[in-house]
């Protein structure tokens, strides 16, 4: 059986306070180059995934990546999730003011 992985819902701007550490970061892609995927963040930073191998990802496709990020703007990706195809219409701005609540009012989520 698998355990849950505990992570920070992050995005790209706030993955500079995360190196090393489990993040979950919501991503589209713009290009697939070998084993990295070129992707830009919800908060519009220019994100690098690195990949074990080729994952097939469509441009304008989104993906949520989870992984450790290695610097403020690459992410080693332990599992990747499409969210089907380039048609989706993702609400960013709400994604963002959600993950910098989570990340600036820890306790209130964490203690419930």
């Known amino acids: 059986m698998d ?8 995005n790209g ?13 919501l991503l589209c892609v ?32 989104w993906i949520e990546v989870h992984g450790k990020p290695l610097n403020s703007n690459t992410i080693h990706c332990k599992e990747i999730m499409s969210f089907g195809g380039e048609d989706v219409d993702l609400d960013k701005e709400s994604y963002d003011m959600l993950v910098n609540y989570m990340n600036n009012c820890r306790e209130i989520y964490t203690r419930g």
Not at 3 to 10: G, K, L, N, S
Not at 30 to 56: A, F, H, M, Y
């Open 3 to 10: 355990t849950f992985m505990e992570r920070a819902w992050v």
């Open 13 to 25: 701007g706030l993955m500079k306070n995360f190196i090393g550490q489990n993040v979950s970061v």
């Open 30 to 61: 713009n290009e697939e180059i070998g084993p990295n995927l070129i992707t830009t963040s919800t908060d519009d930073q220019s994100i690098t995934v690195k990949v074990s191998e080729v994952v097939g990802a469509k441009e304008g496709e």
